[in-house]
């Protein structure tokens, strides 16, 4: 029964004390410019409760704090705090005083964004283009473009673009379709405008990696060149030997081909950092020549794949059957003749589809597809052609 009147005591003494109690609403101001507090900054709170607005004024103390006392908690009212700073208007609104959350703080802080360039550099830009054989409006590539953003300051990055405050913008080609954007650090919610690539978000302290997608045609010359907006440390474009596009730009320098999933890039890269506001020159000519070589030998590779799997089927097919007689199959002599009379192009798509072939017969034998005795026939004379092949690309 003692414990009973204690519950009660509770409920009628300190209950009230709790709805009555009153809030308040600080903060500080802060100028991330100076690197200090404002003193004496005019702080302005206006109360909204119903259709009725009231207003209330302070300054800020010497360390740069304000504050509002003796607020009602009220769900159903909310507050706006603002102030003025060179011309700006720096607002928190909807800011609500609760009995669950009576002491609520709201900090203003000054110039917390830069849009100095300098503090702004793209760590690594690589442009990776791919095929899209069924594309119904004529030859198109798919590019994809990788960013890796750094903003090297303690403060976000913002410019100002005719009139309008924004992340960034990254300069595209033109005629590009089918855009898709995507960013580490932020969701993009808006619609991103093409030609260039519009980042409405701030760029935030540390690096940022963007993603962009689009299509491109394929005429006589398709040109990838864009003003780099930011310090550029590398460049790298990547070209699949599938594509018979060849490079004509003065600001990349061919590298060491390299072979990503199974795909052989031939591969373009910078030799020296781009300044900010450089144009960079990335034109691209269509070299038909090339082409039609390629889908020859594609074909007939298709053929040799075609009829290799038909044998191993049949092999399958016979698993009590043993092999009595070895085969016998004259050494192949590399077609020396017909190499020199091919161009540096098409020796390299040559190169490209035999290391595709002895690739993919390696997979075949250790997914036990083929047998050992095949595997090591059909191997053997790929690699002569190969190192036919090599041989005259060398000379």
């Not at 932020?186 to 701030?202: F, L, T």
């Not at 935030?204 to 440390?233: A, C, K, M, W």
């Amino acid at each position: 029964m003692k414990r009973i009147w204690i519950y009660l005591f509770v409920i009628f003494w300190l209950v009230p004390d709790a709805i009555s109690q009153t809030g308040q609403i600080r903060g500080k101001v802060f100028d991330f410019r100076q690197n200090q507090p404002l003193v004496g900054q005019l702080i302005v709170l206006e109360k909204h409760q119903a259709e009725q607005t009231s207003r209330r004024e302070t300054e800020t103390d010497a360390e740069g704090y304000y504050r509002f006392q003796n607020l009602e908690p009220n769900s159903t009212d909310h507050y706006t705090v603002f102030t003025e700073f060179e011309g700006r208007t720096y607002r928190e609104e909807n800011v609500m005083v609760t009995n669950l959350a009576s002491n609520v703080t709201v900090d203003l802080n000054f110039n917390a964004f830069t849009s100095d360039l300098s503090v702004m550099r793209i760590l690594r830009h690589s442009i990776f283009l791919q095929p899209v054989p069924d594309h119904t409006h004529g030859e198109a590539v798919h590019v994809l473009e990788f960013l890796s953003l750094e903003n090297r300051s303690n403060l976000n990055f913002q410019q100002e673009v005719e009139g309008e405050i924004l992340g960034c913008f990254l300069p595209l080609p033109s005629g590009i379709e089918q855009l898709q954007v995507g960013i580490s650090t932020v969701e993009i919610m808006e619609e991103v405008a093409e030609n260039p690539v519009v980042i409405p978000a701030p760029i935030l302290p540390g690096q940022t990696n963007i993603q962009i997608s689009y299509l491109l045609h394929i005429n006589q010359v398709v040109d990838l060149s864009r003003l780099q907006q930011f310090q550029t440390e590398s460049l790298q474009l990547l070209i699949p030997e599938s594509i018979p596009l060849v490079v004509q730009s003065k600001d990349l320098e061919a590298k060491t081909p390299q072979t990503i999933h199974n795909t052989v890039y031939a591969t373009y890269e910078t030799a020296k950092p781009i300044a900010a506001g450089r144009a960079v020159q990335l034109q691209l000519k269509l070299d038909r020549s090339s082409s039609t070589l390629f889908i020859v030998l594609i074909a007939g590779l298709a053929i040799c794949i075609v009829g290799f799997v038909i044998t191993m089927v049949i092999h399958i097919q016979k698993p009590g059957q043993r092999d009595t007689v070895e085969l016998e199959t004259p050494d192949y002599q590399p077609d020396v003749s017909w190499l020199r009379k091919s161009d540096a192009s098409d020796l390299a798509a040559v190169k490209a589809i035999r290391l595709e072939f002895i690739t993919r017969l390696d997979e075949m034998h250790q997914q036990e597809q083929v047998s050992a005795r095949v595997h090591n026939r059909i191997r053997r004379e790929q690699v002569e052609r190969l190192e036919a092949t090599i041989a005259q690309i060398q000379e």
